[in-house]
């Protein structure tokens, strides 16, 4: 089965700041890499996503890089701010029609002003 | 106009009852799913229904019976709980199952005493 691995757990980084958080699976018939943002109370939301076609896709400050190869996917955040902090959570799918989704541990992001 | 919508929002209960959460979206999506996350916040796929159809049973007691009495919802019934039952619930839903954006209820906090 697909094995997700996420670090760090916790990262603070200053407001302004870039920060950046890896995951690697294992199964490299998985073809799909979302990632979501966990805020206090709230579920998991979707804030991009990459599929094994591509090596990068970008959406405003946020992108997400892919390297099929090492069989790793990073989340990259730039110009941090308070309202980016939460906890981000990657995944990767398995299963023979791919629609199992394993989730990463977590990483906790704190944005310090 | 919530997305996915779950309901309790808390559910708090003695050890031995017998407990229903209920998930309803109208995304219009054919997908339906049983998120548990627990004090770690550990997030792992329980159940899941395609057009009404279960395709996703992961190792959960058979004291878990989800039900999908139509592609908009998805009620969780929970027999004789226990203490480790204690934990986040999410419902998701997504338009397929398989790799594909699957967008999250705010999740039923369930606490056993």
């Known amino acids: 089965g697909e094995n997700v691995e996420q670090h760090p757990s916790t990262l603070s980084v200053q407001e302004g700041d870039s920060a950046v958080i890896k995951c690697t699976y294992s199964?490299?018939?998985?073809?799909?890499f979302p990632w979501y943002k966990q805020e206090l109370g709230k579920g998991p939301q979707l804030i991009i996503d990459i599929r094994s076609n591509v090596g990068e896709k970008k959406d405003q400050r946020i992108a997400v890089t892919l390297n099929k190869t090492a069989k790793h996917f990073s989340l990259h955040i730039t110009e941090t701010q308070p309202e980016d902090s939460a906890v981000y959570f990657c995944a990767a799918p398995r299963g023979s029609g791919n629609e199992k989704l394993t989730f990463g541990t977590g990483t906790r992001l704190t944005i310090i002003p | 106009d919530t997305a996915v919508s779950q309901t309790p929002k808390y559910l708090v209960t003695q050890m031995g009852n017998d407990k229903s959460i209920k998930c309803e979206q109208n995304?219009?999506?054919?997908?339906m799913y049983w998120y548990k996350q627990d004090s770690k916040k550990f997030l792992k796929i329980m159940f899941s229904?395609?057009?009404?159809?279960?395709?996703i049973n992961e190792t959960v007691p058979n004291r878990f019976s989800p039900k999908s009495p139509d592609k908009a919802h998805l009620n969780l019934h929970i027999n004789s709980l226990e203490l480790g039952d204690s934990a986040v619930y999410f419902c998701?839903?997504?338009?397929?199952?398989?790799?594909?954006?699957?967008?999250f209820g705010d999740g039923t906090r369930l606490s056993i005493l």
């Open positions: 995304l219009g999506h054919d997908t």
């Open positions: 998701a839903s997504s338009q397929g199952a398989g790799g594909r954006a699957q967008h």
């Open positions: 229904y395609n057009n009404k159809e279960l395709i």
């Open positions: 199964d490299s018939a998985s073809n799909y």
